[in-house]
């Protein structure tokens, strides 16, 4: 079975600190997406970063970037600099034909 | 330049009354997803369309069916709303390799918020 486990249901940073959101899945799979989705409060879910599992250079996008351990199976993401409109529910998900999600993290930044 | 398109935002319908929501897309992915979303739960999918071929996941309940005419618009009939399937209903796209299988990053849209009185 394909899981995706997010084991901190809520996170809390101060504004231009940096915080790190965990992920860690299991999958048989050799080739496969990894994703972090961030989705506001009643707004719509965007795409933040992706990783392709055969890319051993983690992948970053501006201030966003991702510690990709593929032997653990672990998938962080580190927002550094944080701003107010970071607050979100972010998920991490897999993709191997399908999109399984995590449970969610909540990012409170504090002003 | 909006890629997903769901109408209506927010839909109010009664117990037991059919009811449509819609999704289309400017993207011309092959494939296109429902998903249901209850407060702070991640998406659960619902089905997808893999062009026009139809895939159901297992735990979907009889009560809801999709439809797609044609690239651009997926449909999600909902026959008989319970007060349970109140929630965000998320429309996605995603564009699948037809030569490898590869599954590529999905795009989704802004969602419709169903009420069920």
């Known amino acids: 079975a394909q899981t995706v486990t997010q084991s901190q249901p809520e996170m809390s940073v101060q504004e231009a600190e940096t915080v790190t959101l965990s992920c860690t899945y299991d999958?048989?799979?050799?080739?496969?997406?990894l994703f972090w989705y961030k989705q506001p409060p009643s707004r719509q879910m965007i795409l933040v970063i992706r990783q392709e599992a055969y890319k051993q250079q983690n992948a970053t996008e501006n201030r966003f970037s991702v510690n990709f351990q593929k032997a653990a199976k672990s998938f962080s993401l580190k927002i550094s600099d944080s701003q107010l409109g970071d607050a979100a529910m972010y998920f991490c998900?897999?993709?191997?034909?399908?999109?399984?999600f995590g449970q969610g993290t909540t990012l409170q930044v504090k002003p | 330049d909006a890629m997903v398109i769901q109408n209506p935002r927010y839909q109010v319908t009664q117990f037991g009354k059919p009811v449509t929501l819609s999704c289309s897309q400017t993207?011309?992915?092959?494939?296109m997803y429902w998903y249901q979303q209850k407060s702070s739960q991640a998406p659960k999918l619902l089905f997808h369309?893999?062009?026009?071929?139809?895939?159901n996941e297992a735990d979907t309940p009889d009560n809801f069916q999709s439809r797609r005419p044609n690239t651009s618009f997926c449909f999600l009939d909902i026959r008989s709303p319970g007060l349970g399937d109140a929630a965000m209903y998320l429309c996605?796209?995603?564009?699948?390799?037809?030569?490898?299988?590869?599954?590529?990053?999905?795009?989704f849209g802004p969602g419709t918020r169903l009420t069920v009185t």
């Open positions: 996605a796209t995603s564009r699948v390799s037809r030569t490898s299988g590869s599954s590529y990053e999905q795009y």
């Open positions: 998900a897999l993709n191997t034909g399908k999109l399984i």
């Open positions: 369309y893999y062009d026009k071929d139809f895939n």
């Open positions: 999958t048989s799979e050799s080739d496969y997406y």
């Open positions: 993207l011309n992915h092959n494939v």
